[in-house]
């Protein structure tokens, strides 16, 4: 046999397009890309987490009712550079008490009484930082002082002096007297009294009694004075296990308040739930369906404004015994306006200004305004 030749057969040379430094610098370029779309994205579903979030608490509202300027839900808005306005604040100025209510979120933690005129010199502070309404509560505000004469100055400081809108106080109405009225009515919008049952029984074990004193006679008492001096008066109910079964509406339509503002039992660490709280408020709790069942009820009262624990949590602008605002939520408080000023104080409230319109925190809150029948 003949030798055949057979051609070899190579395989063809591949030369890569880039240098293996060039290759090196593009996969490093193209990290870096990546990394930057990532960070890009991230930012982005944050935002729109954050608007989304905004757009279905103002779709719960009834967005005629929020002011042009609200759109955020913390003390400063983000989207405007915008502080809250401080318009409704509760000053707690005491936390002593003659009642032991079994869930009480402001407990006597301290005995702390600021001088008058250091309060006084706060309340102008939070009148020049836009204060329309102040609260005046506690622990039990007719405690301290001769014969309610502490709150009673703050009351007409705050009406004759700084002309505040609407001046209120919230009450157990144990240590009201009819001389207190005499004295300072006219200078007082609203008293609201904390009533959360007409049952003796259920009072003593709620811890809403002091002594021997009967705490419906004292609500009595004080409303009938709220007619004779032209106050306008309101009620506090606080749903809980003890009363969480009872029907109001007969006594409540026979008191007429001009605003019954019924709340859901609220467990706050440190105050009345926790190792270091004085208070074990978990035994009073109730459940929402409970707490709903209760709203219910009672719907035909055409005054009821209810509160869930939802609702409440910072949205109230809580302001303590030693001018700090707190967190509604934690009660972490912020340094004293008297210090720092309003704007930075307020910084740490952690206040909830959308929850605090969509609750109904704004309404008809001077006594002029509401032109009652006395």
Same mark, same amino acid.
């Given at each position: 046999?003949?030798?055949?030749?057979?051609?070899?057969?190579?395989? !063809?040379?591949?030369?890569? !397009?880039?240098s293996?430094?060039s290759l090196?610098?593009?996969?490093?370029?193209?990290?870096?890309?990546?990394?930057?779309?990532?960070t890009?994205?991230?930012?982005?579903?944050i935002?729109?987490? $954050?608007?989304?979030? &905004?757009?279905?608490?103002? $779709?719960?509202?009834?967005?005629?009712?929020?002011?042009?300027?609200?759109?955020?839900?913390?003390?400063?808005?983000?989207?405007?550079?915008k502080? =809250?306005?401080?318009e409704?604040v509760?000053y707690?100025?005491?936390?002593?008490?003659n009642?032991?209510?079994?869930?009480?979120?402001?407990t006597?933690?301290?005995?702390?009484?600021m001088?008058?005129?250091?309060?006084?010199?706060?309340?102008?502070?939070?009148k020049?930082?836009?204060?329309?309404?102040? &609260?005046?509560?506690?622990?039990?505000?007719?405690?301290?002082?001769?014969?309610?004469?502490?709150?009673?100055?703050?009351?007409?400081?705050c009406?004759q002096?700084?002309?505040?809108?609407?001046?209120?106080i919230?009450?157990?109405?144990s240590?009201?007297?009819e =001389?207190?009225?005499?004295?300072?009515?006219?200078?007082?919008?609203?008293?609201?009294?904390?009533?959360d049952?007409? &049952?003796?029984?259920?009072n003593?074990?709620?811890?809403?009694?002091?002594?021997?004193?009967?705490?419906?006679?004292?609500?009595? $008492?004080?409303?009938?004075?709220?007619?004779?001096?032209?106050?306008?008066?309101?009620?506090?109910?606080?749903? &809980?296990?003890?009363?969480k079964?009872?029907?109001?509406?007969?006594e409540?339509?026979?008191?007429?308040?001009?605003?019954?503002?019924?709340?859901?039992c609220l467990l706050?660490?440190?105050?009345? =739930?926790g190792e270091?709280?004085?208070r074990?408020?978990?035994?009073?709790?109730?459940?929402?369906?409970?707490?709903?069942?209760?709203?219910?009820?009672?719907?035909?009262?055409?005054?009821?404004?209810?509160?869930?624990?939802?609702?409440?949590?910072?949205?109230?602008?809580?302001?303590d015994?030693?001018? $700090?605002?707190?967190?509604?939520?934690?009660?972490?408080s912020s340094?004293?306006i008297?210090?720092?000023?309003?704007?930075?104080?307020m910084?740490? =409230?952690?206040?909830?200004?959308?929850?605090?319109?969509?609750?109904?925190?704004?309404?008809?809150?001077?006594?002029a305004?509401?032109?009652?029948?006395w």
């Open positions: 046999m003949s030798n055949v030749s057979v051609p070899r057969v190579t395989s !063809p040379s591949f030369q890569l !397009p880039i293996a430094q090196t610098d593009h996969v490093g370029l193209r990290a870096l890309v990546v990394t930057f779309l990532v890009v994205v991230s930012i982005y579903y935002v729109r987490r $954050r608007r989304r979030a &905004n757009d279905v608490t103002l $779709r719960r509202t009834d967005v005629t009712s929020l002011p042009d300027d609200v759109s955020g839900d913390t003390g400063s808005d983000v989207t405007t550079g502080r =809250a306005v401080p409704s509760n707690h100025f005491t936390r002593q008490c009642y032991k209510c079994g869930f009480c979120f402001h006597a933690k301290t005995s702390h009484l001088p008058l005129d250091d309060a006084k010199r706060g309340l102008r502070l939070l020049e930082a836009g204060m329309k309404k102040i &609260n005046f509560s506690g622990g039990e505000p007719f405690l301290p002082g001769h014969h309610g004469d502490y709150v009673g100055e703050m009351v007409k400081y009406k002096s700084l002309g505040v809108e609407s001046v209120s919230v009450s157990n109405g240590l009201v007297k =001389a207190w009225f005499q004295k300072y009515g006219e200078f007082l919008d609203i008293l609201a009294i904390s009533c049952s007409f &049952n003796s029984d259920t003593r074990a709620i811890g809403r009694q002091h002594g021997s004193r009967d705490h419906v006679e004292s609500l009595r $008492r004080v409303r009938q004075w709220c007619a004779q001096y032209k106050v306008a008066f309101k009620m506090n109910t606080v749903v &809980n296990a003890y009363n079964h009872e029907d109001l509406t007969q409540i339509q026979q008191l007429n308040p001009c605003r019954w503002k019924v709340f859901q706050i660490d440190g105050e009345n =739930a270091d709280a004085k074990d408020a978990e035994k009073f709790q109730v459940t929402d369906e409970e707490f709903q069942t209760f709203i219910d009820r009672h719907s035909t009262i055409a005054c009821l404004v209810r509160e869930n624990t939802s609702e409440m949590r910072s949205s109230y602008l809580i302001v015994e030693y001018m $700090r605002f707190l967190d509604g939520a934690t009660k972490q340094r004293s008297l210090d720092v000023g309003v704007a930075h104080a910084d740490a =409230a952690n206040f909830d200004e959308v929850m605090f319109f969509q609750r109904g925190g704004k309404y008809t809150w001077s006594k305004a509401m032109q009652l029948e």
